[in-house]
């Protein structure tokens, strides 16, 4: 059976890497080019002892591990693991149980039923809804759509998962100028073609305006799936889903969120007018590796109407109804068919954060984007783009020449990347560059804030110089 020193010997490294954690080089300190360099071989003939295997491996990658894990990266928006759920996800690959369908890992079903209960109730989303835990929320997104894809499809008398989409009624894809990229492609994959999708207008926070929606709804004929937004990722900003949801499903539309990070924000009573009306929704996906802090892979979708869900997803179409006292049987609810137990890491993560600790986190996360913001505002050459209302930071750096903040704004991160304090890193707003700062680890302290925004400033200063 198993060695039981690879196990150790894995303990061991782990331990190494997460007592340098908080003191290393955020950011990587090796290129590309070395690592190649020191990772490659040619395809081995003979096998080599697994104790060597991992031990090599992990000396010879760490130069390009970037400590993402860590309290001060600020990267995209991305979150750390909380330790249980870290715990959890060793035990995952330990058990090993293939997260198919209930008969091949009863234990994988049962918790996701259970996690499926805990997210609808921390959300405040219908209890009545579907869930089905993906990669991320880039297939939430897909997961989501095709369910509305099948619902709006089948109400205009459409069967798209036995007829197909050629020749079938034309579907209107509304969604607002700030979606993410993520979005267009599920719709891609989808079918729907991104040169058939309509973009609402966005205020300077990145909001759909609800009269620009109401405008383009009262022009489209036939079947509508409208994408709206909760948390932008550049400014954090939340569409009004209250005034907007009401217009949408005047029209029938069913509408869908986008929500892998700022969905979380609900669990923040303070966010009461940014979040207000999201669960009036018909489906919303979101992320649990950001804001969550569960490890890479994990990403939730969640539809307010079973039956199309599993329409679109079940195998072989097998259109049988939930809830009539079988088995979960995860597969029914995303694209994969066998798959990791994704549940467990998820179960880990509420249970030993509880709601007041997910609650306290996510307080936290705002109030630190704050405290970032104010601690760069100090100084008059570094300018905040976004309203902080979430967890994300958007900075720009006046160029002391005054000719090119974009270009200059881009050299400052890429000094405050290479002096390796902290790591964020680069976005486009309104066609020029930011530099954007995600707080979304649970370990993130303010004193972490203060030191990374003493960073920034002192790369500012020597470059200003
Ligand atoms: C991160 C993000 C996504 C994509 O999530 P993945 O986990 O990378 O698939 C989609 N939408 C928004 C708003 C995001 O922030």
């Given at each position: 059976m198993i060695d039981k020193k690879v196990l150790e010997a894995t303990l061991e490294v782990a331990i190494d890497y997460f007592e340098d954690l908080e003191s290393r080089h955020v950011g990587p300190i090796?290129?590309?080019?070395?690592?190649?360099?020191?990772?490659?071989?040619?395809?081995?003939?003979?096998?080599?002892?697994?104790?060597?295997?991992?031990?090599?491996?992990?000396?010879?990658?760490?130069?390009?591990?970037?400590?993402?894990?860590?309290?001060?990266?600020?990267?995209?928006?991305?979150?750390?693991?909380?330790?249980?759920?870290?715990?959890?996800?060793?035990?995952?690959?330990?058990?090993?149980?293939?997260?198919?369908?209930?008969?091949?890992?009863?234990?994988?079903?049962?918790?996701?039923?259970?996690?499926?209960?805990?997210?609808?109730?921390?959300?405040?989303?219908?209890?009545?809804?579907?869930?089905?835990?993906?990669?991320?929320?880039?297939?939430?997104?897909?997961?989501?759509?095709?369910?509305?894809?099948?619902?709006?499809?089948?109400?205009?008398?459409w069967d798209v998962e036995k007829q197909g989409l050629s020749g079938a009624p034309h579907v209107n894809i509304v969604v607002g100028a700030e979606a993410h990229v993520t979005l267009i492609n599920a719709l891609k994959m989808l079918g729907f073609g991104t040169e058939n999708i309509r973009y609402i207008t966005a205020d300077g926070q990145g909001r759909m305006i609800?009269?620009?929606?109401?405008?383009?709804?009262?022009?489209?004929?036939?079947?509508?799936?409208?994408?709206?937004?909760?948390?932008n990722v550049n400014t954090g900003a939340f569409d009004p889903c209250e005034e907007i949801i009401e217009i949408a499903h005047r029209y029938g539309a069913?509408?869908?969120?986008?929500?892998?990070?700022?969905?979380?924000?609900?669990?923040?009573?303070?966010?009461?007018?940014?979040?207000?009306?999201?669960?009036?929704?018909?489906?919303?996906?979101?992320?649990?590796?950001?804001?969550?802090?569960?490890?890479?892979?994990?990403?939730?979708?969640?539809?307010?109407?079973?039956?199309?869900?599993?329409?679109?997803?079940?195998?072989?179409?097998?259109?049988?109804?939930?809830?009539?006292?079988?088995?979960?049987?995860?597969?029914?609810?995303?694209?994969?068919?066998?798959?990791?137990?994704?549940?467990?890491?998820?179960?880990?993560?509420?249970?030993?954060?509880?709601?007041?600790?997910?609650?306290?986190?996510?307080?936290?996360?705002?109030?630190?984007?704050?405290l970032m913001a104010s601690l760069l505002k100090e100084d008059p050459d570094i300018q905040i783009l976004n309203e902080v209302v979430l967890n994300q930071v958007l900075v720009r750096f006046r160029d002391p020449e005054g000719i090119d903040d974009s270009g200059f704004t881009r050299r400052v991160m890429s000094h405050v990347q290479e002096e390796g304090t902290c790591w964020a890193g680069g976005s486009r707003w309104e066609d020029s560059d930011a530099m954007r700062i995600s707080v979304s680890n649970w370990a993130t302290t303010d004193e972490d804030i203060k030191i990374s925004a003493q960073a920034i400033r002192r790369v500012l200063a020597r470059l200003v110089e």
């Open positions: 090796k290129s590309v080019e070395e690592l190649r360099r020191d990772l490659a071989m040619d395809l081995p003939e003979k096998g080599e002892d697994p104790l060597e295997v991992i031990r090599d491996m992990a000396v010879k990658a760490d130069g390009g591990l970037v400590a993402s894990p860590g309290p001060r990266y600020f990267g995209f928006v991305t979150g750390g693991a909380v330790p249980a759920s870290l715990g959890a996800d060793w035990l995952t690959s330990v058990w090993d149980q293939n997260g198919m369908i209930s008969l091949s890992s009863p234990a994988a079903g049962v918790v996701e039923e259970v996690v499926s209960s805990w997210v609808l109730e921390l959300l405040g989303l219908p209890s009545g809804s579907s869930v089905g835990f993906v990669t991320g929320c880039q297939m939430a997104n897909f997961t989501c759509l095709a369910a509305a894809r099948n619902h709006v499809l089948n109400s205009a008398g609800p009269s620009e929606l109401e405008k383009m709804l009262s022009s489209c004929n036939g079947p509508i799936i409208l994408s709206v937004q909760a948390g069913w509408v869908h969120v986008d929500g892998a990070f700022g969905l979380w924000g609900k669990l923040n009573p303070v966010l009461a007018a940014e979040t207000g009306g999201v669960e009036l929704a018909d489906s919303w996906a979101t992320d649990a590796h950001k804001w969550l802090n569960v490890p890479y892979d994990s990403g939730i979708a969640i539809v307010a109407r079973p039956e199309p869900h599993k329409r679109a997803m079940a195998p072989g179409y097998v259109a049988y109804l939930p809830g009539q006292g079988e088995k979960r049987d995860p597969s029914q609810w995303v694209p994969e068919s066998s798959r990791r137990a994704r549940g467990f890491t998820l179960y880990a993560a509420i249970r030993s954060l509880g709601k007041n600790g997910l609650c306290e986190m996510v307080e936290r996360h705002c109030r630190q984007a704050r």
